[in-house]
């Protein structure tokens, strides 16, 4: 198993930007697809992107709401997954959980069996 812990989200003006972290720990991580996910309040959970694992090549896939604007990039000597958010919009708000799952690639989150607590992110009109 792993351990995920979250950083990063806060209160920005729409337009604006964050980046968010999620840092691995407890098993090997390349074997790992890694996953962001989203949730508003009242809403069911979001798939956001993800990034395949070692034998996946490490490929990137994004949700059409968010291409172009959130950028997924993975630094496997720090076992790290980030999230760079630009021009966001206050429909992006909610809280964001990293994943990680026993997978080459999956955009499913059912298939995620490792979570973390997530961190909020608040978009402002």
């Known amino acids: 198993q792993v351990q995920l812990v979250e950083s990063g989200g806060g209160l920005v003006q729409a337009g604006g930007s964050l980046r968010l972290s999620c840092t691995a720990s407890?098993?090997?991580?390349?074997?790992?697809?890694m996953g962001w996910f989203r949730q508003a309040p009242g809403k069911e959970r979001e798939f956001v992107g993800a990034?395949?694992?070692?034998?996946?090549?490490?490929?990137?896939h994004y949700a059409d709401s968010v291409k172009g604007r959130f950028t997924i990039s993975r630094d496997n000597a720090k076992n790290t997954v980030s999230l760079q958010m630009n021009s966001l919009k206050p429909e992006d708000t909610g809280v964001y959980c990293c994943?990680?799952?026993?997978?080459?690639?999956?955009?499913?989150?059912?298939?995620?069996?490792?979570w973390g607590q997530g961190t909020q992110v608040t978009v402002s009109s």
């Open positions: 990034v395949g694992n070692i034998w996946y090549g490490y490929s990137i």
């Open positions: 994943a990680a799952a026993r997978a080459p690639y999956s955009d499913n989150p059912t298939l995620y069996d490792n």
């Open positions: 407890g098993s090997t991580y390349s074997n790992y697809a």
